[in-house]
């Protein structure tokens, strides 16, 4: 099965607002977690990650925790905004030795005005 | 300082022709690796390279699909021989290390007709 499982696909949310995006990995191993922003027709762009050595991090409106024991992690935007609409993705190393990133699946946030 | 170049952005390509990718990693990466994305989907890791060496082709197609990353120069990814399905974006990345954050080019776009 696939390493990393993304959740939920698609999240509406009323401007201002939080989201959260949840992700699951399988590789106990795992020790690097990045999350991507893609707007349409752009390439993916980090917008925070986080390692194994610490439980949370932020950055302004965006977070991410991560739980080690559950072998999951999320991104949490509050105070959403209207160009926060995006396809997010979260990542992880691939496992089985291999070394690129697995991607999840991604889910597309759309910001109600 | 220049990010992450792929050329081109766009190819159009009829079935049975050769396909050229280019990617250029970032002033001072050595590691680049290869993602290709379907509309509407994530991301999937094909290949992970070094100069000179493949290290990880584990999503690489056993046939019609090869990279490299010569000492001089860009990464090529080729594919021999197209198909309508090679029709997607085909994402590069690179990084200073393994395992330090990936940068991603614009893509290219490539269509089979």
């Known amino acids: 099965g696939e390493n990393v499982e993304q959740h939920p696909s698609t999240l509406s949310v009323q401007e201002g607002d939080s989201a959260v995006i949840k992700c699951t990995y399988s590789d106990s191993a795992s020790n690097y977690f990045p999350w991507y922003k893609q707007e349409l027709g752009k390439r993916p762009q980090l917008i925070i990650d986080i390692r194994s050595n610490v439980g949370e991090k932020k950055d302004q409106r965006i977070a991410v925790t991560l739980n080690k024991t559950a072998k999951h992690f999320s991104l949490h935007i509050t105070e959403t905004q209207p160009e926060d609409s995006a396809v997010y993705f979260c990542?992880?190393?691939?496992?089985?030795?291999?070394?690129?990133?697995?991607f999840g699946k991604g889910t597309h946030l759309i910001i109600q005005p | 300082n220049a990010g992450v170049m792929q050329n081109p952005r766009h190819l159009v390509r009829r079935r049975g022709q050769e396909a050229r990718l280019r990617c250029s990693p970032m002033k001072g990466h050595s590691h680049v690796y290869w993602y290709r994305q379907l509309p509407e989907e994530g991301l999937k890791f094909m290949v992970y390279?070094?100069?000179?060496?493949?290290?990880?082709e584990s999503g690489m197609p056993k046939e019609r699909f090869s990279a490299e990353f010569p000492k001089e120069g860009p990464s090529i990814l080729r594919i021999q021989q197209v198909v309508r399905g090679d029709s997607a974006a085909y994402f590069c990345?690179?990084?200073?290390?393994?395992?330090?954050?990936?940068?991603f080019g614009p893509g290219t776009r490539l269509l089979v007709l």
């Open positions: 990345a690179s990084s200073r290390d393994i395992q330090e954050t990936q940068y």
């Open positions: 990542a992880g190393p691939s496992g089985g030795g291999a070394d690129g990133l697995t």
């Open positions: 390279l070094q100069k000179e060496n493949i290290i990880d």
